[in-house]
C-alpha cells in the first residue's frame, strides 16, 4: 500500500508532497501550500477520465494528475483541524494519505465526484492522527467521552461558559447540551484543562493574524460530525443485520433485492423466481420493510 501511495505522487512534485509530511517550520509549509496551490484544478470531465483511466488500466499519469489536483482540498481540511493540537503539516500528511486511500477505493462509474469521496477518507485519516496524539482520548474510550472531547469548546460558547473550571451547575449544563453523563463532562474537561496546549490557541500570537488558507474554508461536516456519523453507521449496520436474520428467507431475499442492492431487482423478476403474482411480491416487500424499520425503531427508540 504506501508503495502504491509513493508511486502514485506526482512526480514533479514529490519533493514538495514528501517535505510536507514532516514540515515543522511556517516556510517549508508556505512552500508547500504555494506549490499546491498552483496545482490546476480538473474539470468533472476530465476528472472522470483521469479515474476511470487509473481504476481499469492502473494509469500513472491518470492517478498523478487526479492526486495532484485534490492536495489543496486536504490542505483545506487540515487547517480546519488545527486548533487540536497537532502541527498542521502533520495533518496534511494524514490527509494526504487518505486522499491516496481514497484514490485505491474510489470506482467512478459510480455517479460522484472524486472529491466528495475523497473528503471521507481525508477527514477520517485527520481525525486518526488527533486520537492517535492526544493521550487524554486513548483514556477517554467511550463514545461519549469522545463526544465531549471534540465538542467541549463548542458546548461552552454556545452556552456562554467563560471559565475554564466548571461548576456543579455549568458541568449539569453541558452534560444536558451534549446530552451525556455529567461525570464525562467533568473527567474530560479536567483532562482538556491539565493540558499545556490549549484547544483554541491561534496559530500564533500576533493580534489579528490569520492562517495561510483563511479564504479555503471547507464546508463539509466538522471532526465531531464526522466521528458520529461513523458511529452512527455501525451501529445501523449492525442493527439491519440483526434483524434480517430474524426474517423468514423469502420475505429478506425480497426485501434485500427490492431494496439494498444495485441494480433493483424488478417485481417480474421475483415474481417468477417465487412463482407469485407481482403484487404479491410488492406486498411482501412493504411488509417486510415495515417490519423492520419498526424493529429497528424499538430497539433504538431512547439511543438516538
Same mark, same amino acid.
Given at each position: 500500500?504506501?508503495?502504491?501511495?509513493?508511486?502514485?505522487?506526482?512526480?514533479?512534485?514529490?519533493?514538495?508532497?514528501?517535505?510536507?509530511?514532516?514540515?515543522?517550520?511556517?516556510?517549508?509549509?508556505?512552500?508547500?501550500?504555494?506549490?499546491?496551490?498552483?496545482?490546476?484544478?480538473?474539470?468533472?470531465?476530465?476528472?472522470?477520465?483521469?479515474?476511470?483511466?487509473?481504476?481499469?488500466?492502473?494509469?500513472?499519469?491518470?492517478?498523478?494528475?487526479?492526486?495532484?489536483?485534490?492536495?489543496?482540498?486536504?490542505?483545506?481540511?487540515?487547517?480546519?483541524?488545527?486548533?487540536?493540537?497537532?502541527?498542521?503539516?502533520?495533518?496534511?500528511?494524514?490527509?494526504?494519505?487518505?486522499?491516496?486511500?481514497?484514490?485505491?477505493?474510489?470506482?467512478?462509474?459510480?455517479?460522484?465526484?472524486?472529491?466528495?469521496?475523497?473528503?471521507?477518507?481525508?477527514?477520517?485519516?485527520?481525525?486518526?492522527?488527533?486520537?492517535?496524539?492526544?493521550?487524554?482520548?486513548?483514556?477517554?474510550?467511550?463514545?461519549?467521552?469522545? @463526544? !465531549?472531547?471534540?465538542?467541549?469548546? &463548542? +458546548?461552552?460558547?454556545? #452556552?456562554?461558559?467563560?471559565?475554564?473550571?466548571?461548576?456543579?451547575? $455549568?458541568?449539569?449544563?453541558?452534560?444536558?447540551?451534549?446530552?451525556?453523563?455529567?461525570?464525562?463532562?467533568?473527567?474530560?474537561?479536567?483532562?482538556?484543562?491539565?493540558?499545556?496546549?490549549?484547544?483554541?490557541?491561534?496559530?500564533?500570537?500576533?493580534?489579528?493574524?490569520?492562517?495561510?488558507?483563511?479564504?479555503?474554508?471547507?464546508?463539509?461536516?466538522?471532526?465531531?460530525?464526522?466521528?458520529?456519523?461513523?458511529?452512527?453507521?455501525?451501529?445501523?449496520?449492525?442493527?439491519?443485520?440483526?434483524?434480517?436474520?430474524?426474517?423468514?428467507?423469502?420475505?429478506?431475499?425480497?426485501?434485500?433485492?427490492?431494496?439494498?442492492?444495485?441494480?433493483?431487482?424488478?417485481?417480474?423478476?421475483?415474481?417468477?423466481?417465487?412463482?407469485?403474482?407481482?403484487? @404479491? !411480491?410488492?406486498?411482501?416487500?412493504? &411488509? +417486510?420493510?415495515?417490519? #423492520?424499520?419498526?424493529?429497528?425503531?424499538?430497539?433504538?427508540?431512547? $439511543?438516538?
Amino acid at each position: 500500500m504506501k508503495k502504491e501511495i509513493k508511486n502514485a505522487l506526482p512526480a514533479q512534485k514529490t519533493t514538495s508532497i514528501v517535505a510536507a509530511r514532516g514540515v515543522n517550520d511556517d516556510t517549508s509549509l508556505a512552500q508547500y501550500i504555494q506549490t499546491v496551490q498552483k496545482i490546476p484544478v480538473l474539470t468533472a470531465e476530465q476528472e472522470y477520465e483521469y479515474a476511470t483511466q487509473w481504476a481499469k488500466q492502473h494509469d500513472q499519469f491518470a492517478a498523478e494528475k487526479l492526486v495532484a489536483s485534490h492536495l489543496r482540498v486536504v490542505v483545506s481540511v487540515a487547517y480546519d483541524y488545527k486548533n487540536y493540537g497537532i502541527p498542521v503539516g502533520e495533518l496534511i500528511a494524514s490527509g494526504n494519505m487518505g486522499l491516496m486511500q481514497a484514490l485505491q477505493k474510489f470506482d467512478p462509474d459510480k455517479g460522484f465526484r472524486f472529491s466528495t469521496y475523497a473528503m471521507f477518507w481525508i477527514k477520517a485519516e485527520i481525525y486518526e492522527t488527533i486520537l492517535n496524539n492526544w493521550s487524554i482520548v486513548r483514556i477517554g474510550t467511550s463514545a461519549n467521552q469522545k @463526544r !465531549v472531547f471534540f465538542n467541549l469548546a &463548542r +458546548a461552552k460558547r454556545a #452556552l456562554g461558559i467563560m471559565d475554564n473550571n466548571l461548576s456543579d451547575d $455549568q458541568t449539569k449544563q453541558i452534560a444536558e447540551y451534549l446530552e451525556v453523563p455529567e461525570k464525562d463532562v467533568q473527567r474530560m474537561a479536567t483532562r482538556i484543562g491539565a493540558r499545556d496546549v490549549s484547544l483554541n490557541a491561534p496559530i500564533n500570537s500576533d493580534d489579528g493574524a490569520t492562517d495561510i488558507l483563511s479564504n479555503m474554508t471547507d464546508g463539509g461536516d466538522t471532526i465531531e460530525d464526522t466521528l458520529e456519523q461513523v458511529e452512527f453507521r455501525r451501529r445501523g449496520y449492525d442493527l439491519l443485520k440483526k434483524h434480517l436474520a430474524k426474517m423468514s428467507e423469502r420475505d429478506r431475499e425480497i426485501l434485500v433485492a427490492r431494496k439494498l442492492r444495485q441494480p433493483v431487482a424488478t417485481l417480474e423478476s421475483l415474481s417468477q423466481k417465487y412463482g407469485i403474482s407481482r403484487e @404479491r !411480491v410488492r406486498q411482501i416487500e412493504e &411488509r +417486510a420493510y415495515n417490519k #423492520l424499520r419498526d424493529a429497528i425503531l424499538t430497539e433504538t427508540k431512547g $439511543q438516538i
